[in-house]
C-alpha cells in the first residue's frame, strides 16, 4: 500500500460503461478457458460420465444472443445419443462424435472466440435468467444436472458458483535451473533499470502505482528502438492515482509503441491490481516494490526483488498480463485520464547506502503464483512446509489469515519463527499490536516464536517487503502482503524461489534488518577519529609514566601507573 488513507477515484463514465457492455462477449474466454483443469478434474471424480463444467445463461447482449453450455466428455461419445432438457422439454444434440471439453452454442461463430476448445452448434433449451435446471441424459440415463437461480448479466455458472468470466485460473508455473539475480532495495536500484535499458522486444510491466520519471524513460527508449511496451496499472490505488503519475503516463502514452492501459472501471475483476512485475523479452522480473523513486528507484523502501532469465516463465507471465490488459476493466490511459482526479504528488529523494549487493546463481527451482488464482494454497503450504526455520518480513500480517494459523503452528511443532513487520508510521501501531499477540502467544505456549518491528537504522527508509524463508533455502519474492484481501481477491504476482545460495542471501538480509543493521561511520569521519585517537596516544605516552614501588611506597616489585610528576598514592 501507499499510504494510510483510502480514496475513491472516479471509475468511468456512462459512455465507457456502455462500451464495455459491447465488449463482454468478446472477454469471456479467460474465465471459461482459464477453468479448464478444476472441471476435468471434477469430470474424473464422476467415474467418466459427461458432465456440465459451465453455463452462460445471461449474456449481455439483446435477446441473450451468445448463450453456451460446456460440457467434458471424458471418452468418445456419440453426442447424438444425449439430450439437454429443462423443465419445458428437450432438445436432441447433434449426431456428431466428440471427446473432452465441447461448447454448444445456438451461435457458433460468436462463441468461437470466446471459449477453450471444440464448439458445435446446437439448440439449447431456454436458459431463463431468472433460474433453471439443465438435465443431461445418454443412452437414456440421466448423467448429470445442474441448476442455478437468478442469473447475473454477463457471468459465467460453474460447480464453485457465479463468477466474473474475466477471472482465470492460473496453475503454479515452476522451471528448474534458471539463471536467476536477486536483489535488496533500496541497496540495487540499477538492477531494474539495467534489466529494462537491455529490452530488445518486448516489455510487459504491470504495476500498482507507476511514478518514477527513470523509468519512465528507459521504457521510453526502448520504444524507440522499436521494442513493444505495454504497461498495466492500478486505477483506484489507495491515496488516489498522484499527479506525478499522470504526467510519466502522459509521457508514455503519447510514445510510439507504448500502450498504458488502467485497471478500473464497474467490471473490476479485481479490489487492485497490486501486482509488480515486467517481462523484459525472455525474462521475468518480479519485486515488492511499486514503480515509484520510493520502491523500485531506491529512495525509501526495503524490498526484495528477482531477475529470472527463463522464457518458460516469462511466458507465463506474459499470459497474466494479456489475460489482465485484455478484458473490459482495462481501460486505455487517455479515456481514464479524461474522467479522473489526481492527488497531490509525494517525492521520495532520501538516499541509502548499498551494503547489500545483488547475488547472482542458477536457482534450482523457481515457481511463479498468481494471487488470488493459486496463492493461497501456495503460500500455506510454503509455511507448512518449513521444518526447522521460518523468517518472516512483512509490512504487514492479518490475524484473519490462514499464514497467521499456520505461522502458529509451525511454532507449534518445533520451527523457529521470527515475524519482522514494518514500523512505517502509517502501520506502526497495528504492527506493534500483532507483535505483542505473537510474543504474548510464545510466552504463554513456549514457542520459539518471535515478533518484532523494522527499525531502518538509516539503511532504508521503511520496510515494505512481502516476504518470507522457510528453512534458509526457500524464499517468497513478490507483492502478496499477508493479509486475506492479498491473497484472494487482489491481482497479485510472486515467485518461489527453491535454491541454498539464494536462501543463505535472503536470510543475510533479514538478519540485518531484524537486528536493525550495523552502525557504521563515514570512511572520511573514521580516518579523523582514528588521527585523534592516535594523537592522544602519543601526548598519553609523554604524561604517563611506569612507577616501581614496593608495599611501603619505595622503588619495589609492584608495577603501578600514575601521571607524571605526581606521586602515586
Sequence with gaps: MAGALESVTPRTCLAVRFACALLLVASISGAVAGANATDERESAAVGGTPHVVALYPNPVL?????????????????LGRCTLGDDEGNVRLPNVTVRGRVTLSTAPNRTRALVAGRVIESALPSLANAGERLVLVCGGEVVDAASYTNAPSGEVYTRDGWRSPGRTTFAVRSVTDAPTTVFALPDAPDVVTDTLEGAKNRVLLGGYTFTSARIGAALRDAAARGVRVQILVEGGPVGGVSAREATVL???????????MVLDGPHARYPFHHAKYAVVDETALVTSENWDPSGVGGHATRGWGAVVHDAALADALAAVHRADSGWLDGIAWPQYRANATFQPPHPANATYPSTFAPLTTTADRVSLVVSPDTSKRALVGFVRNATETLAVEQMEFSPDTALWNETLAAAG????????????????????????????????????LRATLADPRGRYGHLHVKGAIADGERVLVGSVNW??????????????????????????????????????????????????????????????????????????????VGWRGEEWK
Design 413 to 448: 511443532r518445533g520451527v523457529r519463527v521470527r515475524v519482522l513487520l514494518s514500523g512505517a508510521w502509517y502501520a506502526r501501531e497495528e504492527n506493534a499490536a500483532l507483535a505483542a499477540r505473537l510474543n504474548d502467544r510464545a510466552r504463554r505456549d513456549g514457542l520459539d
Design 250 to 260: 502522459d509521457r508514455l502514452a503519447a510514445t510510439p509503441n507504448v500502450t498504458v
Design 62 to 78: 439483446p435477446d441473450d444472443v451468445g448463450e453456451f453450455v460446456t460440457i467434458a466428455f471424458p471418452e468418445e461419445t456419440r
Design 483 to 560: 493479509n486475506a484481501n492479498a491473497v484472494t481477491a487482489n491481482r497479485e504476482t510472486e515467485l518461489v524461489v527453491d535454491d541454498p545460495a539464494v536462501g543463505r542471501y535472503y536470510a543475510q538480509l533479514f538478519r540485518a534488518d531484524w537486528r536493525g543493521g550495523v552502525w557504521t561511520l563515514p570512511v572520511a569521519l573514521v580516518i579523523a577519529v582514528c588521527c585523534g585517537i592516535g594523537g592522544a596516544c602519543v601526548y598519553l605516552r609523554r604524561e604517563i609514566a611506569f612507577v616501581h614501588t614496593d608495599t611501603h611506597g619505595t622503588a619495589g616489585d609492584t608495577d603501578v
